[in-house]
């Protein structure tokens, strides 16, 4: 069992920089891929990055390459998206997921699932 906790949202202006934490309980994480969706009010869920589990591969969807990156720390079975040059239009829900099916590209599948944090960015 992996409990998934994300923080480290809150409110920004536009061109602002925010850290999210996705930190993992288990001593397995390392095994784990993990990915970062999002979901804004009235909209559908929008993968937004994913990490392989040794870190050696990110992937990030075309809205948020160039501003967002991703990194994770197995010692201390977190990892981070840091969130840069932010826009009204990233304003939503992140959540964090782990698989160990190696997926690092799709919001499925996934085996656990964060409870998210929220993030708004103001014009």
């Known amino acids: 069992q992996v409990q998934l906790v994300e923080s480290g949202g809150g409110l920004v202006q536009a061109g602002g920089s925010l850290r999210l934490s996705c930190a993992a309980s288990g001593r397995t994480f390392s095994n784990y891929a993990v990915t970062w969706s999002r979901q804004a009010p009235g909209k559908e869920r929008e993968f937004v990055a994913g990490?392989?589990?040794?870190?050696?591969?990110?992937y990030l969807t075309d809205t948020v390459k160039g501003r967002f990156t991703l990194s994770r720390d197995n010692a201390k079975n977190t990892v981070y998206l840091q969130m840069n040059s932010l826009k009204p239009e990233d304003t939503a829900v992140y959540s964090c997921?782990?698989?160990?099916?190696?997926?690092?590209?799709?919001?499925?599948?996934?085996?656990?699932w964060g409870q998210g944090t929220q993030v708004t960015v103001s014009s």
């Open positions: 990490i392989s589990s040794t870190a050696d591969s990110t």
């Open positions: 997921a782990a698989n160990l099916r190696g997926n690092f590209r799709s919001i499925a599948p996934y085996d656990y």
